[in-house]
């Protein structure tokens, strides 16, 4: 799921300046977050799109009569979901066995790869349309494809340019958003051969042309799912581009690729969690598309597939179910909000996470379903200023996980000499109020003395690396608590 390679596999074709994990080393955050941090023009459309989408969501949300009781309920219903989930999968199945698909359950990526490849192996597949999914970007099942010789395209406009181009996607919901439009069109110039036109309508058009003929000719189709009903076995995916409706529609193979922590136990329980979504993840109280599958052409239908698969993928997540202490992670529905409104995403986007799965979230499942030891520094970038749990439509307590995943941290010994010295004097400070009181005044009367018209602009390490980007304004005279006693007496 990140953005290694394994050994089994030779190495998909990816953009050199995309980072990098070395095997059995820790992946150098850092390195990649300071040069994303320092492009301009990434943080310019990273920016502007995930303001405009952090607005819109809390805009829509205010359309709900009581929004914080419907995101109470989704989580609870996914929480009830996870706690029972062995309960859940049993009914999944035969409520999917008794419309005539199949269902395959796979350990890891690379089960439910095998199963996959079989299944096309059989069938004498061809061509491939994908829709898009974050699981089949986990297990890099589109490169598998690619380099099994089929004929694959992923149908999404987004993953579509992420594609060509060798790229990533660097959001979960908006995968190019580290993208602007010239690089777009630049990219639809190489690759179609075409005169350079930077008009996003003719930009879509010229995909549009390109992806109706891979639709036509595509035997099997490819979908993820947002949402999988344990009662019914439906699958439930939500779009704004019609491609999964296709996908669904007009292959002679369907396969639905899902983890395992999608379920929901019921129809109500979907249509609590469709009114979310769609507010969470763009502002919009509904995404043009809502389509809901999950067996294959009954005698008589004039359009669908003649075979359906669904293939359950664990990958790590049973590791963090039997967890009690970071099963929440799991209610995730992927809708983004956590990204858009987090300062440090904002700041560097998508790709120096490593992972398919970035921002706020992604810093808790990568080291969850990876290993803490490949991605130590991810539970660090974070703020903790709370917003992700604020905007999260499930109430998933994001920093509340980090703060654990430091202490695990911890526990295995990680964290310089030095770094454990300056917690140490920081709790001797903090142990009395007398203390503290001292401690305050001299950093207090320090950052006065330095203070040039207003804002200290340089301060010795370890705060050297806070104003080496930015400026800390000036103390002022009086404190607070002065003025508090003062306004008392
Ligand atoms: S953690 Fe919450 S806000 Fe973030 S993607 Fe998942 S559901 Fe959305």
């Known amino acids: 799921m990140n953005f290694t390679t394994t050994s089994q596999n030779p190495a998909p074709r990816v953009k050199a300046s995309l980072p990098i994990i070395e095997p059995g080393k820790a992946y150098d955050f850092d390195r990649y977050a300071d040069a994303a941090a320092r492009d301009e023009r990434l943080k310019r459309a990273v920016d502007n799109a995930v303001v405009r989408n952090d607005r819109g969501r809390a805009q829509r949300m205010l359309d709900l009569p ?5 995101r109470s309920l989704a989580g609870q219903i996914k929480q009830h979901t996870l706690d029972n989930l062995d309960y859940y999968l049993l009914q999944l199945k035969k409520s999917v066995e008794a419309r005539g698909g199949v269902v395959h359950f796979a350990r890891d990526g690379e089960e439910a790869t095998r199963i996959i490849l079989n299944i096309c192996q059989s069938n004498g597949v061809k061509s491939i349309i994908k829709s898009k999914s974050m699981v089949s970007e986990e297990i890099e099942l589109g490169h598998t494809f690619e380099r099994e010789g089929y004929d694959v395209v992923e149908t999404d406009l987004g993953e579509f ?3 060509i181009d ?7 919901v908006t995968p190019i958003i580290h993208k602007d439009r010239q ?14 036109d930077d008009d996003p309508k003719a930009l879509t058009m010229q995909a549009r042309k390109h992806l109706r003929d891979k639709f036509r000719r595509a035997d099997f189709g490819m979908t993820g799912g947002n949402f999988i009903v344990a009662e019914t076995g439906d699958i439930c995916c939500v779009e704004n581009e019609g491609n999964v409706r296709q996908s669904t529609t007009s292959p002679r193979i369907l396969l639905s690729l899902v983890g395992i922590e999608k379920l929901v136990p019921r129809m109500q329980d979907l249509a609590v969690m469709l009114k979310l979504l769609g507010r969470s993840a763009t502002g919009q109280p509904m995404t043009v ?4 599958f999950g067996q294959p052409r009954l005698a008589g239908d004039r359009d669908g597939p003649e075979q359906f698969h669904l293939v359950l993928m664990d990958n790590g997540r049973s590791r963090i179910l039997a967890s009690e202490e970071y099963r929440e992670t799991l209610r995730c529905i992927r809708c983004g909000a956590c990204l858009n409104a987090c300062p440090i995403y904002r700041k560097i ?13 992604g810093a808790l499942i990568t080291p969850l379903l990876n290993g803490i030891e490949t991605f130590p520094d991810l539970p660090k970038a974070s703020s903790l200023c709370g917003a992700c749990y604020e905007a999260c439509p499930v109430k998933i307590n994001i ?10 941290l911890l526990g295995r010994g990680s964290g310089s000499k030095i770094e454990k010295k300056v917690y140490k004097l920081y709790a001797w400070m903090m142990g009395t109020p ?3 009181k001292l401690a305050a005044l001299g950093s207090r009367l320090f950052l006065r003395f330095t203070a040039r018209n207003g804002f200290v602009r340089r301060v010795p390490p370890p705060g050297s690396g806070w104003t080496q980007i930015r400026d800390i304004p000036a103390p002022a005279a009086r404190t607070f608590r002065d003025e508090w006693k003062r306004s008392r007496r």
């Open 66 to 70: 009581d929004p914080d009781a419907l």
């Open 161 to 163: 340019i992420v594609q």
């Open 166 to 172: 060798h790229d990533k996607p660097s959001h979960i």
């Open 183 to 196: 690089s777009i069109a630049e990219l639809f110039r190489d690759y179609f051969k075409t005169p350079y």
């Open 289 to 292: 598309y809502t389509s809901i």
């Open 349 to 361: 986007g998508g790709h120096s996470y490593g992972s398919v799965y970035p921002g706020p979230i």
């Open 399 to 408: 920093p509340k996980h980090l703060i654990n995943l430091r202490r695990d």
């Open 434 to 436: 007398a203390r503290y």
